[in-house]
């Protein structure tokens, strides 16, 4: 109990904030849940494929905000989960095992323990130096695919189609794997927020703000940041199987270091630590991408100065500007 | 494997080396004197072979185009630093990495949207054209080992410039101890753009060596830009010593890896999982050999001391 009440108070927001959150993301997982009805007066194959795509993301995002929002451990390497979920279901499907029940715990238990390996290496270091350690393990992992040439090498390997569940091809309907991957993005969400709520999340937070005295009261920092790596590294892990699934296509190029940068660009993009902010940031950023592609074909020299302005601007990404405005909202609203 | 083959793949390693080195310099100082993460320094170099493409096409001489390379590409990215980066140095690094990834996006595009898609290629110099032997049936050519001495120049002059003048012992102390500089009364900010500037230039002036032997195309500093963060990280970072040592390591490392590993390999595997193993673990060596710097050493050889 007394434990409790010395946590810090800066960490609980106060119920007006966690009332709109709640409501917002409610709001937002209702609208997605929607989308499929609503596609289905336009383009529906598109836009189902582009939102499921972004949802997918969504999850790579959201695993990083952990690490990155909740430990500050800015990973510039997390696309090799993606790899590593992506080629767990190439490389288990091309041997005959398409069975996603089987192929999810692989990809969770391969990308946990790529997390336990490079994190105990790079959590000796900190600063620019853990930045660029994560990206020479990315890069690693990245040419070790390229190599891989029973498996396709630089080209990557076509899958035979979508995972089974249970030996039921109920993934192939683009809806139903839509509703898949909304509800694992759900879980995915509810779950991270708990694990950041518990006592690991705030130990978590409070090795962020001051390692040394953590270590002081008694929490050895590297473990629980390597326990952090290794749950964004599952979880990633997770979005990958799906990745390979949606694309129907396995290849190194899912984990350029561009493609980490991305991932890093959707979580600030969001708002980090905040985890809805990286759903926000995963969907506004490819979906961006997509319309700016659709008006110009040299969409980049929009996109481009974009990110430049958000990070100069400086207001903690989407997350951010939106409590800022909330703020002045209820300040207004006050005598 | 022939000594001759091992001695022309010894001095393309070097080549590759004395490359990284000059994008290095700028970066290790920008990195260490700064705290900043550039991403946006691999452009620089790319900027660096395009303006050499296209003045040289426009002078018809390398030299001349070379000439009017080094002003514009200190130019170009004097105005990056003055417009976008000076606003980053207090931010933090998410901040810094978010508007440079950006700012690779934009000038890789921008270069595309001038230039073309298309490869550029650039003509060698009629003086540094054709090749040298070396020893019995080994020709090597001359724009290969002129590269060679041009940058070893370079690091010498980098090294007299960064020792043994004011300016570099002001840069030496900023990479220490910034606030510290600045309350003794130097200008950092002056400081910080001038580093900034010449680190840009370096950056060019080595795209622009390698555009002839290379092709010239959008994206090309990108991977060559994480070999860069390679060789400082092993470096330390902030240390021009530590970057040259690095970068010739990085160079070696690489190319003889890729040359000669799977013939090592050889003398333990058999044939065929020698040449997969070979093939596999060569493009990982540089990525290996940081790792394991980075644990027995988590902060580089040649650590800056604070």
Known sequence: MSQQQALPATTLAPASAAAWRVSFVALLFVALALLPIAAKLGAEGYILNLVTRALIFAIAAISLDLILGHGALVSFGHAAYLGIGSYAVGILASHGVEEVLLQIPVAIGAGALFALATGAVSLRTSGVYYIMSTLAFGQMLYFFAVSLSAYGGDDGLTLPGRSTILGMPLLKADTTFYYVVLALLGATYVLTLRITRSRFGRVLNGIRENPARMKAIGFEPFTYQLAACIIAGATCALAGVLLANQTGFVSPAYMTWQRSGELLVMVILGGIGSLWGAIIGALSFLLLEEVLSLITEQWKLILGPFLVLVALGGYGGIAGLADTLRNKLVRRGQP | ?306
């Open chain 2, 1 to 306: 494997m022939s000594s001759a083959l091992l001695i022309v793949q010894t001095l393309n390693g070097l080549q590759l080396g004395i490359l990284l080195f000059l994008i290095a310099a700028g970066l290790t100082l920008v990195f260490g004197v700064m705290d900043f993460i550039n991403l946006a320094h691999g452009v620089q170099y790319m900027i660096g072979a395009y303006l050499i493409a296209m003045f040289s096409a426009w002078t018809g001489s390398f030299w001349a185009g070379l000439a009017l390379t080094l002003p514009v590409a200190l130019a170009v990215g004097l105005l990056l630093e003055v417009t976008i980066f000076r606003r980053l140095y207090g931010r933090s690094h998410l901040d810094q990495v978010l508007a440079t990834f950006g700012l690779i996006l934009f000038l890789n595009q921008l270069v595309k949207t001038i230039w073309g898609a298309a490869p550029l290629s650039v003509p060698m110099p009629d003086v540094l054209s054709g090749s040298v032997r070396l020893m019995d049936g080994l020709l090597y050519p001359v724009y290969r080992i002129a590269l060679i001495g041009l940058g070893l120049t370079t690091a010498l002059l980098l090294y007299v410039l960064i020792n043994k003048t004011r300016v570099g012992m002001l840069v030496r102390a900023g990479a220490s101890n910034a606030p510290m500089v600045s309350a003794l009364g130097v200008d950092i900010g002056r400081l910080f753009m001038i580093v900034f500037g010449f680190g840009a230039m370096l950056a060019g002036f080595a795209g622009a060596m390698v555009a002839p032997i290379l092709s010239v195309e959008p994206g090309m500093g990108d991977n060559l830009l994480i070999l860069t963060f390679v060789v400082i990280v092993i470096g330390g970072i902030g240390s021009i010593r530590g970057a040259f040592i690095a970068a010739l390591l990085v160079g070696l490392i690489d190319t003889l890896g890729r040359a000669f590993g799977p013939h090592l390999l050889r003398l333990m595997l058999d044939a065929a999982s020698a040449n997969q193993a070979g093939r596999s673990l060569a493009p990982m060596l540089i990525y290996i050999l940081m790792a394991a710097v980075l644990f027995f050493r988590p902060s580089g050889l040649f650590p800056v001391k604070r």
